[in-house]
């Protein structure tokens, strides 16, 4: 059985670095200064990994689709408000997350 990436497991992770990053954000710029923030998101070494939901990898724990990989692959980037940190980080982290997987099919 190969190794698997599981959606809903990055979506949580990258909602922790999100917080963090914006807890991070208050302690050292208090004044707001800093008006906007970029964002960027890659996976090396994810092309021999399965992309899966936790419903697809419950449903057939057994199989899976691996891509062809091999070749490198440029990161996902966004630029956003600083309030977007807060306020829409469900949107910012979807605009991170749903290009990765079609990067390796």
């Known amino acids: 059985m190969g190794v698997e990436l599981i959606y809903e497991t990055i979506l949580d992770q990258m909602t922790d670095a999100f917080e963090y990053a914006a807890w991070v954000l208050d302690h050292v710029d208090r004044t707001q200064r ?57 949107r910012s982290i979807e605009d991170l997350i749903v290009p990765l997987p079609r990067q390796w099919r």
């Not at 092309?47 to 724990?61: D, G």
């Not at 691996?66 to 977007?84: C, D, F, Q, T, Y």
């Open 34 to 90: 800093l008006t906007h923030v970029a964002a960027a998101v890659s996976l090396n070494g994810a092309e021999h990994m399965a992309w899966r939901t936790l419903r697809e990898s419950q449903a057939n724990p057994n199989s899976m689709s691996l891509s062809s990989g091999g070749e490198e692959h440029s990161p996902v980037s966004i630029r956003r408000p600083r309030a977007a940190l807060r306020l829409d980080s469900s």
